[in-house]
Every structure is written in C-alpha cells, then in structure tokens.
C-alpha cells in the first residue's frame, strides 16, 4: 500500500541531521472529580496499547477500552491484503465502515476521539469521523510505527530548522545536475502548442518540459484561474527566555496540539517550541512557533489561550497569509502546490508532494527502500 510508506521515515544518513522531539501534547477540558481537577489540561499522547494504560488522559475504563482500540489497529497490515482486495480486519470492512462506526464499537469517549483523530492521525478537523475507517487506521498505524524509530517520540526536527531540508535538497540535486538561480522571481511562463516550455525571468530563460511551483509564481504570471484561495493562515514566532510550564519541566522540544472541539474552534491551533538543542536559538532561549487557520476577523485574538500556555513572550512576529489550492489539471504540464497549512507536523506538505511525484510519473514515491547511507 502507498500509504505504508512512512512520511515521517528518514534514512540513516538525514536522521543524523536531526533531533528528536521530546513529545506531542494535547489539550483536553476534563470535568473535575473527588479526586482531580477540572478545567483545560496538556496531556503526553500515547501512541500504543501500552502508553494508553499508562496515560493521565483517561479514566480506568477508559484505559482499557483505548487499549483495545490501538491492539484493533496494531493488527493492521497493508502486506496481507492484495490490490483490490476488501480490507477487511476482525469482520470490519475498514474501506466502507465509517470510522464513527469503530468508535461505537470500542465506545471511546469524545476526548479520546480527539487525540486519536487529531494528535495520533494528525487531521485538523473533524471530517475524519463519516470517513471510510481505512483512512484513520492507516494514519495511526503510521504513528505506531513511527515510534521507537530515532527515539520516543515519533517526530524530529532537523539541526539549524527547517532551512536544513531545502538546503540538503539543493545539495542533491547539484549532484545529479540540477542548476539554481536563487532569490530570482520570473516574469512570464513560456508556452508552446499549448505545454509549457520555459519561464522567463527578465532577459534570461529557463528552458524545461515540466514546471513545479508553489502559488506566488502562477498568481506573479497572471495565471490566477491556476490556483484557488481556501483561506488564511496566521503564524505567531514567539521568543522566550522559559520553557513552557504546562508540559514535561525537561523538555527542550515539544508539539502541542489544541483540538477544535476542546477550544470551541473549527479547526486546531499548533504550537511547536524548540531551542538551542536544534541550533537554532542561543542558551537560554526557545522559539516558539503558534499557527492557525484564521476563522474571525480578529485573527490575532483567536491565538490568545495559546499565547496563554507559552507564558510572557520577550518578542513576538505575527504574519497572516492567504492559503492556496491548486485548481488545474496540469495538462499544460505546470503542477502547483498547495500553500503550507498550519500544523506543525506538515503531513499534509508531506501528502501534497507524494501526490504531485505520482501525478508527474505516475509512479508511487517510494520512502521505505532507500539508501542507509548518502554515499549509497
């Protein structure tokens, strides 16, 4: 199954290049009892059977009933079933079963229901629930095998941030004899008999049979009707002198994901804080990094309770930008990409270049088998 293809897996030779995350948080609003209290709570997502008995995020019974639930998925596996095959586990039909319909069977409780579907499967919305189950279960399975990878947490991050990927990317491409014109915006894309063929960018010329941009580069051109706006993006870079309070006293990194349902939103809110571990700010200092999909017309107020959980903020930089869809079928040959959305996780980066490398070769990305070495 394509899906097996772990997009969170990295060779050997780019994991060196990273560090791990101390973890992934998520807010749940508990009820207070005789022996706990109530109001908003950060809690460690488990990732398996084991970890779910071991949670503060449930009840007893709760405990056992999601310990359940991850030993159903855990017996998940895409190499047993041929292509075409009904996909079938314990007597479910995962590909017409709606994934609602496993919650009922493993009575899971609404805050269950929220880590599961949006810190374990990583959607950032509810709209996972009428869905075929398939969908669900192969995001987590993708999380369970991802854990125990380069570490505890399921997640890393590269040393210097994120300029790292880009960077090791040009390296390679150097390589094979990719050549790069840096910092340079183009004028006109080049057609011929109705393909593309080029770009221009003032008297220079760029000759190529396939052009892959994001959406600056179309909407630049005049061609507008290639991408189509879905909404804005606000993202708050926030400098502290602190880590943050609310989670693990050691952690040097974390994730921490606010479901829609838990802040009364229509989608999440992210917020990513990491430091001097990564190179990326001085002793002393964390940068952390808070991003949502814009819902009022008072953006900055809808980050408030997430600037709440970073605690007092030495400086903060706050940009808002319009997010784009592809809206062509490219068969002029020009692929755009979608806008980076707001999670922190970039699954769904990850989704949209997987998808793009197929529609280009008509072939399935192949992450599993790749060299251990970049020598290799």
Same mark, same amino acid.
């Given at each position: ?199 221009? %960018?003032?008297?220079?010329?760029? /000759?190529? @049979?396939?052009?892959?941009? +994001? &959406?600056? !580069?179309?909407? =630049? $051109? ?85 600037? %709440?959980?970073?605690?007092?903020? /030495?400086? @903060?930089?706050?940009?808002? +930008? &319009?997010? !784009?869809?592809? =809206? $062509? ?48």
């Amino acid at each position: 199954s394509s899906r097996r293809r772990h997009t969170r897996f990295l060779p050997v030779s780019w994991a060196r290049r990273c560090v791990q995350e101390t973890g992934t948080y998520v807010l749940q609003v508990k009820e207070g009892g005789i022996f706990s209290k109530g109001g908003p709570q950060l809690f460690k997502v488990p990732g398996n059977s084991s970890e779910a008995l071991k949670s503060d995020l449930m009840g007893l019974f709760e405990k056992r009933r999601c310990k359940n639930f991850f030993q159903f998925v855990a017996k998940y596996d895409p190499a047993a079933y041929k292509p075409g095959q009904p996909r079938i586990l314990e007597g479910v039909d995962l590909d017409k079963t709606p994934f609602m319909d496993i919650i009922k069977k493993y009575e899971l409780e609404p805050n269950t229901v929220d880590f599961v579907g949006h810190a374990v499967a990583l959607f950032t919305t509810d709209d996972f629930l009428p869905r075929p189950a398939i969908e669900t279960i192969e995001k987590i399975k993708l999380y369970m095998d991802s854990i125990g990878r380069y570490g505890d947490s399921p997640f890393i991050y590269p040393l210097y941030g994120l300029g790292g990927i880009p960077e090791g990317f040009s390296r390679l491409c150097a390589i094979y004899g990719g050549t790069f014109i840096l910092n340079q915006d183009i004028d006109e894309v080049l057609f011929e008999n109705g393909q593309v063929c080029g770009v221009r %960018s003032g008297d220079q010329v760029a /000759k190529c @049979k396939t052009l892959i941009c +994001s &959406p600056s !580069y179309v909407l =630049n $051109t005049g061609h507008t009707n290639k991408v189509k706006q879905i909404g804005q993006a606000i993202r708050c870079i926030c400098i502290v002198d602190h880590k943050i309070s609310a989670v693990h006293k050691e952690a040097e990194s974390v994730q921490i994901i606010l479901p829609q349902r838990q802040t009364g939103r229509k989608s999440d809110i992210y917020i990513m804080m990491v430091s001097q571990i990564h190179q990326v700010t001085k002793q002393g200092f964390y940068l952390a990094i808070i991003s949502a999909t814009v819902e009022t017309d008072n953006p900055e107020k809808e980050l408030d309770f997430a600037l %709440s959980i970073i605690g007092p903020v /030495k400086e @903060k930089f706050i940009k808002i +930008s &319009p997010m !784009y869809k592809s =809206n $062509t079928n490219s068969s002029d040959n020009i692929f755009v990409t979608n806008s980076l959305d707001p999670t922190s996780h970039f699954e769904g980066a990850t989704e949209n270049v997987l998808s793009l490398y197929k529609q280009i070769t008509g072939n399935d990305l192949d992450l599993v088998n790749l060299p251990e070495d970049e020598n290799e």
